[in-house]
């Protein structure tokens, strides 16, 4: 089942987006700011953003940029506005197609759907090592093709760690892979922790790892097309 994150601070409208997508066999989840937007995205990571472009905490234009840093998931934005400069800016940003308001909820469920498709036929950038699989455009992660649900830092940490097969990073190198897009810095603790959590789920005995192996007083190294 396809997730759609639904940013928008209309109430109204955004219940009716997420009832009309629900309708049609889609799991939507809703946020009505950028915080709880990107607690979300986190959590669910969903095949396709509808983004509005004025949030109450943020720009939706800045998130767009933001998520383009790591991901190429489908994101279609909504505006208010009608200015062909807007639109323009949103697309430069990385939005992949842009709804001025009003519109009608069917021509959205036609874009949206026509997005998906998109993604799911066009040729994806995929790292493959051994009996892993990172899809780069989806952010999804495989074992053996089976889907392991991972979360955003998650994947930002399997897809540096993949991109350097068998090369043996520092801490402190990982740590700058996972920064954000303004060089806010991430707590040390995030390392350990999701590599703990990646073992968890992806290795058939977690306390010994095959697949990322610590490199004791130095880091990590990923090990999982051995």
Not at 136 to 150: A, G, P, R, S, Y
Request: glycine residues 6%; hydrophobic residues 35%.
């Amino acid at each position: 089942m396809n997730t759609i994150l639904i940013l928008e601070d209309d109430e109204n409208l955004s219940r009716g987006i997420a009832f009309t997508f629900e309708k049609d066999g889609y799991h939507a989840v809703s946020a009505s700011n950028i915080k709880e937007g990107k607690q979300l995205l986190e959590r669910h990571s969903p095949q396709l953003i509808i983004l509005d472009l004025g949030l109450p905490d943020g720009n939706g234009m800045d998130l767009c940029k933001e998520i383009r840093t790591y991901s190429k998931i489908p994101i279609i934005m909504l505006t208010a506005c009608d200015l062909e400069t807007d639109e323009v800016s949103g697309l430069l940003a990385g939005a992949d197609d842009y709804i001025t308001k009003p519109f009608s909820l069917s021509v959205l469920r036609a874009r949206v759907e026509a997005l998906l498709r998109r993604t799911e036929t066009e040729n994806r950038y995929i790292i493959c090592s051994g009996k892993y699989k990172l899809d780069t455009d989806l952010c999804k992660f495989f074992c053996e093709n089976e889907e392991i649900h991972i979360s955003v830092t998650e994947y930002k940490l399997l897809s540096f760690l993949m991109t350097n097969a068998g090369r043996v990073l520092s801490k402190e190198q990982i740590l700058s892979s996972l920064w954000d897009n303004e060089g806010n810095f991430v707590d040390e603790n995030t390392l350990p922790v999701n590599i703990s959590r990646l073992r968890a789920k992806m290795e058939s005995d977690p306390k010994s790892p095959q697949a990322i192996k610590t490199i004791h007083g130095i880091g990590y190294i990923w090990n999982g097309g051995v």
